[in-house]
């Protein structure tokens, strides 16, 4: 699985994106899906993650409420709706491909990453 994601850019604090990830292939459709993010000078921290069928979501506490994580199989798209964004969101997001199909909040969970995109929330 190949994985590209896209969406990032500056908004102010308050407001909202929406990141995509673009999945090469049809073997996404099997697998658990998550969105991860990484701070500078920071290590890599769980966001959200959905499960293959999208009947599992799972968020990081510091994110609940304000983001949704949902999917597409038939077009092999995963996405991450970002609201009420805060300055403490700004980080470069990833997209991960699980080795499962249900929900995960591991890093070592996942052996499929995107490039990342970056999300910067400025006051």
């Known amino acids: 699985v190949q994985l590209q994601a896209s969406g990032g850019g500056l908004v102010q604090t308050g407001g909202s994106l929406r990141l995509s990830c673009a999945a090469s292939r049809g073997t996404f459709r099997n697998n658990g899906m998550g969105w991860f993010r990484q701070a500078p000078g920071k290590e890599r921290e769980f966001v959200a993650s959905?499960?293959?069928?999208?009947?599992?979501?799972f968020y990081a506490d510091s994110v609940k409420g304000r983001f949704t994580i949902f999917r597409d199989n038939a077009k092999n798209m995963l996405y991450l709706q970002m609201n009420s964004l805060k300055s403490e969101d700004t980080a470069v997001y990833y997209c991960a491909a699980s080795r499962y199909a249900t929900t995960s909040s591991q890093v070592g969970h996942h052996n499929y990453w995107g490039q990342g995109t970056l999300v910067t929330v400025s006051s």
């Open positions: 959905i499960s293959w069928n999208g009947g599992r979501i």
